[in-house]
């Protein structure tokens, strides 16, 4: 079975819609509530993947506070479940992905958020919203999603958003040593500047470090860095280009070589809201993956890209979500997915279409 190395982020963060949230408040106590279930029907082409009959994608988000003169001292617990019932009949055949974070902060207009506490899986940034491609520190973790999880030690830094620039930083570490073992340091800065009363312009800069133990024989260590621009026109208009690479090492237990391969890539995403309860979107996404050694290498997904060759991936989509009443949501999109495996082969297309709807607030 094929896999893209960030078709997976592509796909669990699909959907423009950015997540509201129910506040209760009382005195100096605040709850904010954010939850969202999606239902997508799925329809890849059967020489790409197993064809999907459902999708299901849920989670919820809950953060008390509590206000000492200007300061929020909190907590957050968010629960994610994911299920692809691409097997009705044999549900122990679905593929089921489940992850939790949990942390507590200290929170202030002037000085920013401060977290510290667990995860598994992905940072919460990640699926509360729209994906950031990767370009702020809080939610890189990584380009792709591994099927395992396993909680890790995290904290993080974000400033304060009412200057012309904020940036932010995160450490997330799993202390032992075996099988699933995960780091990451990552940090990031934006800086906002007003072109008009409606146009806005940002440009978006982010570093990263991490490693990875895979399996039993493989070691990754990669250093990405990304550069972008975001142009917001009012709320009607966003159109951000990103690009990024890395340099990623392999190491092989088995026989104690060690393989350098540099990934990098662009992604151009269009977002046009002509009705308040209306959004179309397109992106383009280009990855490529060069391999100059002598000999075979692996990717953190399993893949292998053959010696002094490269593999190359792009990925267009279109789309469009209608918001209805104040909680539901209905989108469709389509994608088309072309992959050359060497310097040589030719190109491969697949198809990819998903049509969705749910509830959030």
């Given at each position: 079975?094929k896999?893209?190395?960030?078709?997976?982020?592509?796909l669990?963060?699909?959907?423009?819609?950015?997540?509201?949230?129910?506040?209760?408040?009382?005195?100096?106590?605040t709850?904010?509530?954010?939850?969202?279930?999606?239902?997508?029907?799925l329809?890849?082409?059967?020489?790409?993947?197993?064809?999907?009959?459902?999708?299901?994608?849920?989670?919820?988000a809950?953060?008390p506070?509590y206000?000492i003169n200007?300061?929020?001292?909190?907590?957050?617990?968010?629960?994610?479940?994911?299920l692809?019932?691409n097997?009705?009949?044999?549900?122990?055949?679905?593929?089921?992905?489940?992850?939790?974070q949990?942390?507590?902060?200290?929170?202030?207009?002037q000085?920013?958020?401060t977290?510290?506490?667990?995860t598994?899986?992905?940072l919460?940034d990640?699926f509360?919203?729209?994906?950031?491609?990767?370009?702020?520190?809080?939610?890189?973790?990584p380009?792709?999603i591994?099927?395992?999880t396993?909680h890790?030690?995290?904290?993080?830094?974000?400033s304060?958003?009412?200057?012309?620039?904020?940036?932010?930083?995160s450490f997330?570490?799993n202390?032992?040593?075996?099988?699933?073992?995960?780091?990451?340091?990552?940090g990031n800065?934006?800086?906002?500047?007003?072109l008009?009363?409606?146009?806005q312009?940002?440009?978006l800069?982010?570093?990263a470090?991490?490693?990875?133990?895979v399996?039993?024989?493989?070691?990754f260590?990669?250093?990405p860095?990304?550069?972008?621009l975001?142009?917001?026109?009012?709320?009607?208009?966003?159109?951000?280009?990103?690009?990024?690479?890395?340099?990623?090492r392999?190491?092989?237990?088995?026989?104690?070589s060690?393989?350098?391969?540099?990934?990098?890539g662009?992604?151009?995403n269009?977002?046009?809201?002509?009705?308040?309860?209306?959004?179309?979107?397109?992106?383009y996404?280009?990855?490529k993956?060069?391999?100059?050694?002598?000999?075979e290498?692996?990717?953190v997904?399993g893949?292998?890209?053959?010696?002094?060759?490269s593999?190359?991936?792009?990925?267009a989509?279109?789309?469009?979500?209608v918001?209805?009443?104040?909680?539901?949501?209905?989108?469709?999109?389509?994608?088309r997915?072309?992959e050359?495996?060497t310097?040589?082969?030719?190109?491969?297309?697949y198809?990819?279409?998903?049509?969705?709807?749910?509830?959030?607030?």
């Open positions: 079975m896999k893209l190395s960030i078709f997976s982020s592509i669990l963060g699909f959907s423009v819609t950015s997540a509201g949230a129910l506040t209760f408040t009382h005195n100096n106590f709850l904010d509530l954010n939850s969202r279930l999606q239902l997508s029907a329809n890849f082409s059967e020489d790409y993947y197993p064809n999907l009959d459902g999708f299901k994608h849920s989670f919820i809950i953060t506070s206000k200007n300061v929020y001292l909190g907590a957050t617990y968010v629960g994610r479940y994911v692809d019932t097997n009705n009949l044999n549900r122990e055949d679905n593929s089921k992905f489940s992850s939790s949990y942390y507590v902060f200290l929170k202030s207009p000085l920013g958020q977290s510290i506490g667990k598994s899986g992905i919460e990640y509360l919203g729209s994906q950031n491609f990767g370009i702020s520190s809080t939610n890189y973790l380009l792709t591994a099927s395992d396993y890790q030690g995290m904290w993080k830094y974000v304060s958003k009412d200057k012309y620039y904020d940036y932010g930083f997330v570490h202390a032992t040593n075996d099988y699933g073992y995960y780091s990451q340091i990552a800065i934006n800086w906002k500047f007003n008009s009363e409606n146009q312009l940002k440009v800069a982010l570093y470090s991490q490693k990875q133990v399996s039993d024989s493989y070691r260590k990669t250093h860095y990304s550069l972008g975001a142009y917001n026109y009012a709320d009607l208009v966003e159109l951000k280009v990103v690009g990024y690479k890395t340099h990623q392999t190491f092989d237990y088995s026989d104690s060690l393989t350098k391969t540099n990934v990098y662009v992604i151009y269009l977002t046009v809201s002509p009705l308040d309860y209306l959004k179309l979107y397109a992106r996404a280009y990855n993956v060069d391999n100059k050694n002598d000999r290498a692996r990717s997904l893949g292998s890209i053959e010696a002094h060759n593999f190359k991936q792009r990925i989509t279109f789309g469009a979500q918001n209805i009443l104040k909680y539901g949501f209905i989108y469709a999109d389509h994608s997915v072309l050359n495996t310097n040589q082969s030719s190109t491969d297309g198809n990819f279409t998903q049509i969705g709807w749910g509830v959030q607030f």
